[in-house]
């Protein structure tokens, strides 16, 4: 299944969303209409009316969007939560929770738009091309997917493909970039602003309240099917640690986005103040939570000893919204985070 761009091996990334500038309509009978439409349609979206269309350059052609979306389908779980983000439940999406209920996060935003559970295709063997046809969508969003080299093809004759521009971007963009290129194409790009703003308060808040945070070294650790990978390598986007106040262990310059695993045998690069070890993919992880604990070399480790390591399994979302950040989980995962984070800092 495509749960997001990429496993969290590589910079923290997701959401994008682009910009639409309101129309100033002067005239002497129509200024009061004008404004009463703008406001209208500042009330749908968030975001005054852009001026469509749009043509977005992508890396394997040009998406031309005629009129303001209204039916947007989605390819990847990171852009159905750019989607939600942006005040829009998408009219078709894969089904990474395969029949399972929605993260806390995503369950909320659907509850605020009133939009219930939306429409879904099975993901198990890829994207369900017939299924996103029969939807009828006005844009297909791909700002969050590794697939795109694979679909674009089969996509586009369906609707216009909002997509990255550059194939390496797939790994390197953050989900703010994600978030704005897709609002570009939406025509919600105020709409973007407002929740990017809205995390870097989530953020601020939690550093400010936090002071015991600053300064103190991190390693943030995923536990994949087929590697232990050190996710706070040197080259990592800082993300929500690093605006808490946290700096990366000594270690992190020994790992890259195509450098990231830990063996078994060298967990003691794992050292830091403050240790997070994540489960997102819960019991197909390398080692269980509890094989792991029982580790000696682990149980060795100083910040082990001194109780400043955390297991985060994937029950209730946070792992997995940690693996793969995005624009409507971001101040979620600050706020389920930070007193993690406290405890641990403390010893507790």
Known sequence: ??????????????????????????????????????????????????????????????AKVEKKPVKVATVSDGDTSIALALGLVPVITPDVEDGSPFPEYKQKALDKLGGGKPKTYDDTDGTDFEAIAAAQPDVILGMNTWQMDKEYAKLSPIAPVVTYGKKEEADTLTWQERLKGAAKALGLEEKAEEVIAANEKALAD????????????????????????????AAQDPGVFEQLGFTKAPAAKNYSPNKNAVSLE???????????????????????????????????????????????????????????????????????????????????
């Open 266 to 348: 060298n967990l003691d690069e794992l050292e830091a103040d403050v240790l997070l070890m994540t489960y997102p993919f819960g019991d197909n992880g390398l080692l269980s939570a509890d094989e792991l604990e029982k580790n000696k070399l682990y149980r060795s480790l100083k910040v082990v000893k001194g109780n400043h390591d955390t297991v985060i399994p994937s029950a209730n979302g946070l792992a997995v919204a940690m693996a793969y950040p995005d624009a409507l989980s971001a101040s979620w995962v600050v706020e389920n985070l930070t007193p993690i984070l406290a405890k641990a800092v403390a010893g507790k």
């Open 1 to 62: 299944m495509n749960r997001l761009a990429r496993p969290a091996l590589r910079r923290g990334t997701v959401l994008v969303a682009a910009a639409v500038c309101a129309t100033l309509v002067a005239g002497c009978g129509s200024e009061d209409k004008a404004k009463d439409d703008q406001s209208q349609e500042k009330g749908k979206g968030g975001a005054s009316a852009g001026a469509f269309p749009v043509s977005l350059t992508n890396a394997w052609g040009t």
């Open 206 to 233: 939690a550093a400010k309240a936090h002071p015991e945070f600053k300064g103190k070294t991190y390693t943030y650790a995923i536990v994949h099917p087929e590697q232990l990978s050190y996710g706070s390598y």
